[in-house]
């Protein structure tokens, strides 16, 4: 029973960010300071769920992202299964509960995710990318000071579904 509702909890949850991160939160109202709340969630997935389930979700995470970026397809499916099975195969070795480990985590995450990104986009048309490295690690400290507290609060709520 935990499982079908720990599910039914990550699936609202990820249309909510969803929702809240292409239209309230958006890099069109707020440039970069728009926090990547989808990201933040697939760090969460890879820290607290299994293999199997974190990864439907997190490659659903990405086709949804893909289809309301408007960019090219599957650059944010891929990005983000990649971020999430770093992280998910890193869970079994580093303790990313403390604070200055998943501040790191989610740094990097964001480095790595716009450098996916460029490379994809650069490699497969002609779009340019727009983002200057002091923006994409400005943009790595706007998703790790969100990302803690999100972080934290997601698990609480994981908790109390799995009790």
């Not at 998703?143 to 507290?149: A, K, L, M, R």
């Amino acid at each position: 029973m935990n499982k079908t509702f720990t599910i039914i909890f990550f699936i609202i949850l990820s249309l909510i960010l969803i929702v809240v991160q292409s239209t309230i939160l958006s890099p069109k109202n707020l440039g970069f300071l728009s926090p990547d709340l989808n990201l933040i969630l697939i760090i969460a997935l890879a820290l607290l769920t299994g293999f199997k389930g974190g990864t439907i979700l997190a490659f659903g995470n990405g086709y949804m992202m893909d289809i309301l970026s408007g960019n090219l397809m599957g650059v944010n499916t891929l990005s983000r299964l990649s971020i999430f099975a770093i992280i998910r195969s890193t869970n079994e070795n580093v303790y990313y509960h403390r604070i200055p480990v998943l501040f790191l985590a989610i740094f990097l995450s964001t480095i790595f995710l716009w450098v996916f990104i460029w490379i994809v986009i650069k490699f497969n048309s002609d779009v340019e990318v727009h983002n200057s490295f002091s923006e994409i690690f400005k943009n790595g400290l706007v998703n790790t000071v969100v990302g803690i507290p999100v972080f934290f609060l997601i698990k609480k709520f994981y908790e109390r579904v799995q009790k």
